[in-house]
């Protein structure tokens, strides 16, 4: 067995990659109200929008406990893997990493745990970098190495309605969230070295959409890339922007992913998400 690719919830891979790559997805937690469940697993979409609009529900996520990750591990070595790479949403949004490496401290042996300095497929890409290397045989240093050459070649934009979510949970600054709220500003979010950031302001949704595409665009640079697109609740709208990025990348453009995010991405951007990340190839 080669080296074991694992990864959490929140890359939002589409679930035929992760079978097809042999990748161990290691889900995090959701409280809605009392209770609690694992993402992927436990809560549907509907219940997870209803709980974002009521006033009255309280919904929280949290990293997976050092002890699940240290099951895994210790099930892909004792199954024969020669060693562990395990990449995970960025530090700066979730404690999933500090879990993760005390898990590998205790469990030993040859683990690396990678941050991947971002979310969803800017997770996700990493993770099939990490994967697809490792099914060639290659030994633990290049699989950690095709992950963190992944990383550094993708970007993540987002568009979201509000600021606010973000902001209750701590993953943007108070100053940030009042520039985005002000005069029903709609914010084009970035992820820069693992956190979120302000990128640009547009005035309406349909303007934010086009502007995203303009940005994504941007980051592709001169490259072939793939892209993930994801989105909460807006299946027509993410189909759209994913025809336009073909139309403006035309033959550039290789693989193209388009994924819902789960309940821990929707508890912190709230309705109206629309997210695309940009993987340059080497």
């Known amino acids: 067995m080669p080296v074991a690719v694992v990864t959490d919830s929140t890359a939002y891979l589409p679930s035929a990659l ?40 309280s919904m929280t996520t949290s990293r997976p406990a050092p002890e699940q990750f240290a099951s895994v591990y210790r099930k892909l070595l004792d199954n024969g893997a020669t060693g562990v790479v395990s990449v995970h949403i960025s530090a700066e949004l979730s404690g999933t990493v500090e879990s993760a490496t005390l898990a590998a401290a205790e469990v030993g042996g040859a683990i690396e745990v990678i941050d991947a300095r971002s979310t969803g ?23 950690r190495q095709a992950a963190r050459a992944a990383i550094d070649r993708t970007d993540t934009l987002f568009y979201v309605d509000t600021l606010e979510f973000l902001r209750r949970g701590g993953r943007i600054g108070a100053a940030s969230a009042l520039l985005g709220t002000a005069l029903s500003v709609k914010p084009i ?42 989105h909460f609740g807006a299946p027509e709208r993410a189909g759209q922007l994913i025809d336009a990025l073909e139309q403006r990348l035309g033959t550039r453009l290789h693989e193209r992913y388009v994924t819902e995010v789960g309940a821990v991405v929707a508890t912190h951007v709230g309705p109206g998400l629309l997210c695309v990340v940009t993987h340059r190839h080497a």
Do not use: C, K, W, Y
Not at 36 to 57: C, F, K, N, Y
Not at 202 to 209: D, E, F, I, K, L
């Open 189 to 230: 979010l970035h992820v820069v070295d693992g956190a979120i950031v302000v990128r640009d302001r547009v005035r309406t949704a349909s303007r934010g959409v086009a502007r995203l595409l303009d940005l994504a665009v941007e980051a592709a640079e001169e490259s072939d890339v793939d892209v993930g697109v994801h």
């Open 18 to 57: 992760v079978q097809a790559h042999g990748i161990t997805v290691v889900p995090l937690t959701v409280v809605i109200n009392d209770a609690v469940g694992l993402e992927g697993v436990d809560a549907s979409r509907g219940e997870i929008a209803q709980a974002l609009t009521e006033r009255r529900v």
């Open 121 to 143: 497929m800017g997770l996700g890409f990493p993770a099939l970098a990490a994967a697809e290397t490792a099914a060639r045989d290659a030994d633990l240093a290049a699989v």
